[in-house]
């Protein structure tokens, strides 16, 4: 994915829901995939990454999912809690581009109490 | 997961001065570093893959003489803006990749050119 510029799509949950945040990707070569958190003022953090051989992976609280067919990636958050809001950015990394990462445009959670 | 810092968390300059940012890898040898620019609500965007031992590959558009990156050892790579100003006020973030794992990022610099 591309930024997006300015405006940050924003997702707002109530304190103890589960939130889900999408990630569409253009690059069918993409074959790693990885969810950052950033508070604001801080560098990213890593969450949770997958593989294109998979469907799926949990982390603690945190499930990811990956839809090659559409090219879609999501990022479920059980049980949100008021540490969670941040801005999540997904990133792809493209088989044969080394390392590197492309950023998507990003999504802010804010999470109410 | 791994411990990549940065040095200075923010600074100041005047325009036309130079800025030099560290970037280290605490805990692994990272033998590729990225540089990003973050600009306010807006997402990651790469500047350039800093390879130990070897030259930088910079993005199409990143000024090469502008922004200096040096990549000396195993744990640390620098970028330095030269002579540096307004628009390139900034938040800087480098990662480190660590080997058959993934990316860690540090903590950012803001840069603030007067």
């Known amino acids: 994915g591309e930024s997006v510029g300015l405006h940050l799509p924003t997702l707002s949950v109530q304190e103890g829901d589960n939130s889900i945040i999408n990630c569409a990707y253009s690059?069918?070569?993409?074959?790693?995939f990885i969810w950052y958190k950033q508070e604001s003022g801080k560098g990213p953090q890593f969450i949770i990454d997958i593989r294109s051989n998979m469907d799926k992976r949990q982390g603690q609280r945190v499930t990811v999912l990956l839809n090659k067919t559409v090219k879609h990636l999501s990022l479920q958050i059980a049980a949100t809690q008021p540490g969670d809001s941040a801005v999540y950015f997904c990133?792809?990394?493209?088989?044969?581009?080394?390392?590197?990462?492309?950023f998507g445009g990003g999504t802010r959670l804010m999470v109410k109490p | 997961g791994a411990v990549v810092s940065q040095h200075p968390s923010w600074v100041i300059c005047k325009s036309g001065t130079s800025v030099k940012i560290e970037c280290r890898s605490l805990?692994?040898?990272?033998?590729?570093m990225f540089w990003y620019r973050q600009f306010p609500k807006q997402s990651l965007m790469l500047m350039a893959t800093?390879?130990?031992?070897?030259?930088?590959?910079?993005e199409q558009g990143v000024e090469k003489d502008k922004f200096l990156i040096n990549h000396a050892s195993l744990t640390l790579s620098t970028l330095t803006v030269t002579s540096a100003h307004p628009e390139d006020s900034s938040f800087y973030i480098c990662?480190?990749?660590?080997?058959?794992?993934?990316?860690?990022f540090g903590p950012g610099t803001r840069l603030l050119v007067l």
């Open positions: 990662s480190a990749y660590w080997p058959k794992e993934t990316q860690y």
């Open positions: 805990d692994f040898q990272a033998t590729t």
């Open positions: 990133a792809e990394n493209v088989r044969g581009a080394g390392n590197m990462l492309t």
């Open positions: 690059n069918s070569a993409s074959d790693y």
């Open positions: 800093s390879n130990e031992g070897s030259k930088a590959t910079y």
